[in-house]
């Protein structure tokens, strides 16, 4: 699978957090930790992991005598893939309208308004910028 098109679920979620959290970990190491946090068997966990590795989310590699997994997509691309989904999905690519549903449900503090405005201002000086290269 395109790593610009992989979509996690809510369990390949909690796995991947896992292993950007400590890895290279072993299978054993994950299992136990999965184990602890939401009580998975062995086998729930190692089915994801192989489910993750079709989609070349997770690698296996080894190292020190012993097999270990690695993500292959960092969480900051995760993340970001997961938004993109979302807003093509649910707001029909409208970035305005996202912020729109979500500014409507919870309020925003004083320093996240701040923070939007910030990044604002900065994309709109990029827009420009690249707005004279065009000309």
């Not at 029909?92 to 308004?113: P, V, Y």
């Not at 910030?118 to 000086?125: D, H, I, M, N, R």
């Amino acid at each position: 699978m395109e790593k610009s098109r992989l979509t996690l679920t809510e369990a390949e979620w909690q796995v991947m957090e896992c292993l950007w959290q400590s890895a290279p970990a072993s299978g054993r190491e994950v299992c136990e930790t999965m184990e602890k946090a939401r009580g998975w068997s062995r086998s729930t966990t190692l089915t994801l992991i192989r489910r993750m590795e079709a989609k070349s989310a997770v690698g296996e590699v080894e190292g020190a005598g012993r097999k270990a997994f690695i993500p292959l997509i960092s969480r900051d691309e995760a993340a970001i893939n997961e938004t993109e989904n979302l807003l093509a999905r649910i707001y029909h690519g409208s970035m305005g309208l996202m912020l729109s549903s979500f500014t409507r449900k919870q309020r925003l503090s004083k320093s996240e308004i701040d923070e939007m405005y910030a990044l604002l201002s900065e994309l709109e000086a990029q827009s420009g910028k690249e707005g004279d290269e065009d000309a």
